[in-house]
């Protein structure tokens, strides 16, 4: 009864309550998961707001746990928002306050030198996906400490809600290296380390031996990096990603769910990806992710990695990317283009004529009207992505892209946003959500023991959920299936990531014939099970 993964509450039946010495413990009448189910919502919809509604749901997962996924899985269009974003934005600003129970690993300066020691103190051995993050970039929010614990915890549900990966196998992982962040430093309730971040060599060694006590405790395991700086999340992308099993999901997840919103948008707009070009607003993890999966797409239909570049523009906070500036780093190096120096956004649009804009830039309000005009002049039917999480960093609302592009603009967000009715038309935004893509990534990379996960991974992905939008969702402007079909979603992308590592030599199981047979076996279904 104290241990989540296997209490039944309520449903604990009349042999179970003899069998296991439960008399008196429980309320006498058996119930049985339905009602439980029932039982839950009607207090949890009760509730005044969604971060008390995250609580019920957080304090679910912490005393029955095959109860919180029947509710997430069953309800998974109403939850989605609520464990992940917007509502797991302010879960985090707020997490020592709403603290319950630990779950999850702490990995802090104090464990430097034994973390394999430690990684040994989770109960569960077989662990096979970890996320992980150092809280330094939560979201759109910044530097949150500790208190990004709430990330990796609610992404680690997704893998389970959304495709079936058994929750003990999962492990939430902060490493705590302090934070910059003084109104957190001056809280006290604040549970991270009272320190001001660690840099430099002290903190690569920090996160090296963490990387390689995981490969040392956990060797089956995929880490996915969430929510790590820029400049600390490209470097450790580039260092990891040949030696263990890793990918960066602000990278690479955001890159594939948008490639495939590209995909799915082109079928409304009738063009093709190589004649199209992008602007992407913001020059960090997520915009040029996106930009080197859409050069990776280009070079598989023919075009030489130096056009598929020329299709990719960006704006950062000092304007056009351009090769003439000397302030770039690395990653947008890769993207600088010639041209004028220009910082005028409206002047920028007259004069590239972009197809779609891209915002990942965390700065709401970015796509203004006169900006979703002048592309619209452009495009004709403009792609309008505004990516950057939680809402309230939103470049623009659906309401504003279908409306001030007369009802002309293919939008998609990150964070979710209603219906909108507009002149007669009823319009169903997609939200270009990474829980489309990286647990069916996961599942892939479990089903076949992957020893690692490539950028052709995150490829195949995007085209198998693009080919997973049917005609009707076009006609409302949806271009990403409805939630509640993400576990098919997740199974269809698995079975190809699977293949795929197997093509590439990187499969460390032969794969069975029946492969989506085996995988629809992988998966955990919340059901309790009998004890007598």
Same mark, same amino acid.
């Given at each position: /009864?104290? $241990?989540?993964?296997?209490?039944?509450?309520?449903?604990?039946?009349?042999?179970?309550?003899?069998?296991?010495?439960?008399?008196?413990?429980?309320?006498?009448?058996?119930?049985?998961?339905?009602?439980?189910?029932?039982?839950?919502?009607?207090?949890?919809?009760?509730?005044?707001? $969604?971060?008390?509604?995250?609580?019920?749901?957080?304090?679910?997962?912490?005393?029955?746990?095959?109860?919180?996924?029947?509710? *997430?899985?069953?309800?998974?269009?109403?939850?989605?928002?609520?464990?992940?974003?917007?509502?797991?934005?302010?879960?985090?600003?707020?997490?020592?306050?709403?603290?319950?129970?630990?779950?999850?690993?702490?990995?802090?300066?104090?464990?430097?030198?034994?973390?394999?020691?430690?990684?040994?103190?989770?109960?569960?051995?077989?662990?096979?996906?970890?996320?992980?993050? $150092?809280?330094?970039?939560?979201?759109?929010?910044?530097?949150?400490?500790?208190?990004? /614990?709430?990330?990796?915890?609610?992404?680690?549900?997704?893998?389970?809600?959304? =495709?079936?990966? $058994?929750?003990?196998?999962?492990?939430?992982?902060?490493?705590? *290296?302090?934070?910059?962040?003084?109104?957190?430093?001056?809280?006290?309730?604040?549970?991270?380390?009272?320190?001001?971040?660690?840099?430099?060599?002290?903190?690569?060694?920090?996160?090296?031996?963490?990387?390689?006590?995981?490969?040392?405790?956990?060797?089956?395991?995929?880490?996915?990096?969430?929510?790590?700086?820029?400049?600390?999340?490209?470097?450790?992308?580039?260092?990891?990603?040949?030696?263990?099993?890793?990918?960066?999901?602000?990278?690479?997840?955001?890159?594939?769910?948008?490639?495939?919103?590209?995909?799915?948008?082109?079928?409304?707009?009738?063009?093709?990806?190589?004649?199209?070009?992008?602007?992407?607003?913001?020059?960090?993890?997520?915009?040029?992710?996106?930009?080197?999966?859409?050069?990776? =797409?280009?070079?598989?239909?023919?075009?030489?990695? =130096?056009?598929?570049?020329?299709?990719?523009?960006?704006?950062?906070?000092?304007?056009?990317?351009?090769?003439?500036?000397?302030?770039?780093?690395?990653?947008?190096?890769?993207?600088?283009?010639?041209?004028?120096?220009?910082?005028?956004?409206?002047?920028?649009?007259?004069?590239?004529?972009?197809? =779609?804009?891209?915002?990942?830039?965390?700065?709401?309000?970015?796509?203004?009207?006169?900006?979703?005009?002048?592309?619209?002049?452009?495009?004709?039917?403009?792609?309008?992505?505004?990516?950057?999480?939680?809402?309230?960093?939103?470049?623009?609302?659906?309401?504003?892209?279908?409306?001030?592009?007369?009802?002309?603009?293919?939008?998609?967000?990150?964070?979710?946003?209603?219906?909108?009715?507009?002149?007669?038309?009823?319009?169903?935004?997609?939200?270009?959500?990474?829980?489309?893509?990286?647990?069916?990534?996961?599942?892939? *990379?479990?089903?076949?023991?992957?020893?690692?996960?490539?950028?052709?991974?995150?490829?195949?992905?995007?085209?198998?959920?693009?080919?997973?939008?049917?005609?009707?969702?076009?006609?409302?402007?949806?271009?990403?299936?409805?939630?509640?079909?993400?576990?098919?979603?997740? *199974?269809?992308?698995?079975?190809?990531?699977?293949?795929?590592?197997?093509?590439?030599?990187?499969?460390?199981?032969?794969?069975?014939?029946?492969?989506?047979?085996?995988?629809?076996?992988?998966?955990?279904?919340?059901?309790?099970?009998?004890?007598?």
């Amino acid at each position: /009864m104290q $241990d989540p993964t296997l209490n039944k509450g309520t449903a604990f039946s009349e042999a179970e309550r003899d069998a296991l010495g439960l008399r008196g413990l429980v309320p006498p009448h058996v119930q049985g998961m339905e009602d439980q189910v029932k039982r839950f919502l009607i207090t949890y919809r009760k509730r005044s707001s $969604d971060l008390e509604r995250y609580i019920d749901l957080s304090s679910l997962q912490d005393r029955n746990e095959t109860l919180y996924y029947k509710v *997430v899985t069953e309800f998974i269009d109403e939850m989605m928002p609520l464990i992940y974003t917007p509502t797991v934005g302010l879960a985090c600003q707020q997490f020592g306050q709403i603290f319950r129970r630990s779950h999850g690993m702490y990995i802090s300066e104090k464990e430097r030198g034994r973390i394999a020691e430690v990684l040994r103190n989770w109960p569960r051995k077989d662990i096979r996906v970890i996320v992980v993050t $150092d809280g330094e970039r939560i979201l759109g929010l910044g530097d949150l400490g500790a208190n990004g /614990m709430g990330i990796p915890i609610g992404k680690l549900a997704l893998y389970t809600a959304c =495709a079936g990966i $058994d929750p003990i196998q999962c492990l939430p992982v902060l490493i705590d *290296v302090g934070t910059n962040n003084q109104s957190l430093l001056d809280d006290p309730l604040y549970l991270g380390l009272r320190q001001r971040r660690t840099t430099g060599q002290a903190y690569d060694d920090l996160v090296d031996e963490f990387i390689s006590a995981v490969s040392e405790t956990f060797p089956k395991a995929l880490i996915q990096f969430e929510d790590f700086a820029n400049h600390n999340a490209f470097r450790f992308l580039s260092k990891y990603r040949e030696r263990v099993c890793t990918f960066n999901d602000d990278i690479q997840g955001t890159a594939s769910v948008a490639l495939s919103g590209i995909y799915s948008a082109l079928r409304i707009t009738g063009g093709k990806l190589r004649d199209q070009r992008f602007l992407f607003f913001g020059a960090g993890e997520a915009g040029t992710g996106v930009g080197e999966l859409v050069v990776t =797409a280009l070079t598989h239909e023919g075009l030489t990695e =130096a056009e598929a570049r020329r299709a990719c523009w960006f704006i950062d906070s000092k304007g056009l990317v351009v090769k003439s500036r000397t302030d770039l780093n690395e990653h947008k190096q890769r993207f600088a283009q010639d041209h004028a120096p220009l910082k005028d956004t409206l002047e920028i649009i007259e004069a590239l004529r972009p197809t =779609a804009l891209i915002g990942a830039s965390g700065q709401p309000g970015t796509f203004t009207q006169a900006v979703i005009e002048a592309a619209t002049r452009a495009a004709g039917r403009p792609i309008i992505f505004a990516l950057s999480n939680p809402t309230s960093k939103a470049e623009c609302t659906a309401q504003q892209a279908y409306e001030w592009s007369k009802g002309q603009a293919v939008f998609a967000s990150g964070s979710p946003f209603g219906p909108v009715d507009y002149e007669g038309r009823h319009f169903i935004p997609g939200q270009g959500n990474n829980a489309y893509i990286f647990p069916g990534i996961g599942l892939g *990379v479990l089903a076949s023991d992957s020893r690692l996960v490539t950028d052709e991974m995150f490829l195949t992905a995007a085209r198998t959920l693009a080919s997973m939008v049917t005609e009707t969702d076009l006609e409302h402007g949806r271009i990403y299936p409805p939630l509640k079909q993400i576990r098919e979603v997740s *199974v269809a992308i698995a079975v190809e990531v699977a293949k795929l590592a197997a093509k590439s030599g990187l499969a460390r199981e032969t794969l069975p014939e029946d492969l989506e047979g085996a995988i629809r076996k992988l998966l955990y279904i919340p059901e309790y099970f009998s004890y007598v």
